[in-house]
Nanobody
Framework: QVQLVESGGGLVQAGGSLRLSCAAS???????MGWFRQAPGKEREFVAA????????YYADSVKGRFTISRDNAKNTVYLQMNSLKPEDTAVYYC?????????????????WGQGTQVTVSS
């Protein structure tokens, strides 16, 4: 069993930056990790994923070039650095862990979800 706890969300103006953190209770290095988000009235969508080693990363087209996912297995923590934020990035952001690979994670094959952290970008 793995527990994921997100932090770092908040209110920021358009063009600003935030860094989200996801702390895991278990052995993080055994999991593929990702971030998803859900805006009001919309379905949850994939944002970014990272391999167990941290070497390979994947992004949704909507955030490519602005967001960076990274991980520190020694600290059991995954990060999402978000730059050049836009109002359309407003959502609850969820950390996710999976055992089946990054492509599976991107297809919502998630074993564990965090509780989410709110990100609000004002125009």
């Amino acid at each position: 069993q793995v527990q994921l706890v997100e932090s770092g969300g908040g209110l920021v103006q358009a063009g600003g930056s935030l860094r989200l953190s996801c702390a895991a209770s278990g052995r993080l290095f055994t999991y593929y990790m990702g971030w998803f988000r859900q805006a009001p009235g919309k379905e949850r969508e994939f944002v970014a994923a990272i391999s167990r080693s941290g070497i390979s990363t994947y992004y949704a087209d909507s955030v490519k070039g602005r967001f960076t996912i990274s991980r520190d297995n020694a600290k059991n923590t995954v990060y999402l650095q978000m730059n050049s934020l836009k109002p359309e990035d407003t959502a609850v952001y969820y950390c996710a862990a999976g055992n089946s690979g990054t492509y599976s994670l991107m297809k919502y094959e998630v074993d564990y979800w965090g509780q989410g952290t709110q990100v609000t970008v004002s125009s």
